[in-house]
């Protein structure tokens, strides 16, 4: 994951901390009071914020704290678990997996694990968060030998409630106000939000095998699921120069996917102005879809003639909003004739329509990681790396020495946290 989508996972979460203790600071709740609760393992009542705690939890820290991890949720959906009275706390609806959650107000988050441990155990559900806003987790099922089931955590557990303490004392809402001890809240947060952001939890529920499928279905056509927009693979729309095999067809095909991920990945880190589905829109209605495909009238010019070339040398100087040059050889020919590729506009439309922008936010992060083609050959899958195993290793290693050239001569973005 990259470090500008975890620095702004980190200031978000900061600010929701901080408008959670203004809620808490506009009730006038006493130090000593808020301390009981902050510091140790009081629970807050109706009359010390005058409403139901568990709502005011929900309202101010859980459910801006999951949309900054990046979940889609519906508040208390009609489980199927048992009678109407029983309902989740949320359900998760941008997961493969089926994901619920329960809530609690903070400081009681035995209670929201019990919970979830009964409707995880109705076998309806694979995977339940828990959480009291302070304290939070990701589980499954686990089955013991005595024949017993508990949660077993899916990713390492994180606590929000150091980071609630550290600015608590900054700000003298409470009696304390040592922050000798208490680690930066920063790190605390950058680890919360890796653990348990959309992304990773998406990789460790395995939901990641959807991508990847549609990944393969978009470049040769042989996704196990059904990816509906996508009627025509890459590599049999690719038009190549006579004697080209196979082999090239599928290497240029991935070859074009991996830096169409890149300027996608670049257009998120605000270092490229270029959006991939307007150019295609722009091109599509002008003049251009009269004078060849989106790939020989558009991309051909933005790979070669402007990417890969510094700015005074182009042809253009405005072109493309006047793009940095990326000098890691990216895009750069690759392969023998690669210049005399072309790919029909169809089968374009539906990588740019089902991958580049339908899993936009998989394909960010995926990107940031490295290439697209490496992160398929992680699956089981290795047959699409053998197909292409002359020109893998030149592919992949144009696409890493890219992003150390982004990293070292344009904007660090990609590295500052640890994976």
């Known amino acids: 994951m990259d470090s500008a989508t975890i620095a702004d996972a980190v200031s978000a979460l900061q600010e929701t901390v901080d408008a959670f203790l203004g809620e808490l600071d506009e009730r006038n709740i006493p130090p000593n009071r808020l301390g009981e609760i902050i510091e140790g393992k009081e629970e807050f009542n109706g009359t010390d914020i005058r409403q139901f705690p568990e709502r005011f939890v929900e309202d101010h820290l859980i459910w801006p704290v999951l949309n900054i991890l990046g979940y889609e949720v519906i508040p208390r959906p009609n489980s199927p678990a048992g009678g109407d009275d029983e309902y989740p706390d949320f359900r998760v609806d941008n997961l ?11 400081n009681d988050i035995d209670t929201a694990k019990t919970e979830l441990l009964s409707y995880l155990d109705s076998a309806r559900h694979e995977y339940g968060i828990a959480t009291d806003g302070f304290e939070w987790g990701l589980y499954e099922l686990k089955e013991r030998d005595n024949g ?16 609630v303490q550290y600015a608590a004392r900054e700000n003298d809402m409470v009696t304390y106000s040592d922050l000798t001890g208490l680690p930066n809240p920063e790190g605390v947060l950058a680890r919360f939000f890796q653990q348990l952001g959309h992304h990773n939890v998406r990789r460790a529920t395995g939901g990641l095998s959807q991508f990847h499928d549609l990944y393969s279905e978009v470049l040769i056509g042989e996704g196990d699921y059904d990816h509906n927009g996508v009627n025509t693979p890459l590599v049999d729309a690719v038009d190549a120069p006579g004697g080209a095999t196979e082999a090239e067809r599928t290497a240029f095909a991935a070859l074009t996917l991996d830096r169409l991920a890149f300027i996608r990945l670049m257009r998120d880190r605000d270092v490229l102005e270029i959006d991939l589905h307007d150019e295609w829109r722009q091109s599509n209605n002008g003049l251009n879809r009269f004078q060849g495909s989106f790939y020989s009238t558009c991309l051909l010019s933005l790979f070669y003639d402007v990417l890969a070339k ?8 405005e072109a493309f909003g006047r793009p940095p040059e990326f000098g890691g050889g990216l895009f750069e020919p690759i392969l023998t004739g690669e210049s005399e590729y072309d790919i029909d506009d169809s089968a374009m439309q539906d990588a740019l329509t089902a991958l580049i922008e ?41 696409y890493e020495a890219e992003r150390q050239y982004v990293e070292e001569n344009i904007e660090p973005t990609l590295r500052r946290y640890s994976e």
Do not use: C, F, H, M
């Not at 493969?96 to 903070?106: C, F, L, R, T």
């Open 96 to 106: 493969p997996a089926n994901v619920i959650g329960e809530n609690k107000a903070v």
């Open 148 to 163: 017993r089931v508990t949660l077993d955590p899916v990713v390492e557990s994180q606590s929000l409630k150091p980071v």
């Open 310 to 317: 510094p700015w005074k040398a182009r042809k253009d100087l």
């Open 358 to 398: 339908g899993e936009s936010r998989t394909v960010i992060n995926e990107a940031a990681r490295g290439s697209l083609l490496e992160s398929y050959r992680q699956t089981d899958d290795v047959d699409l790396a053998g197909k292409i195993a002359e020109w893998y290793a030149d592919l992949t290693g144009a």
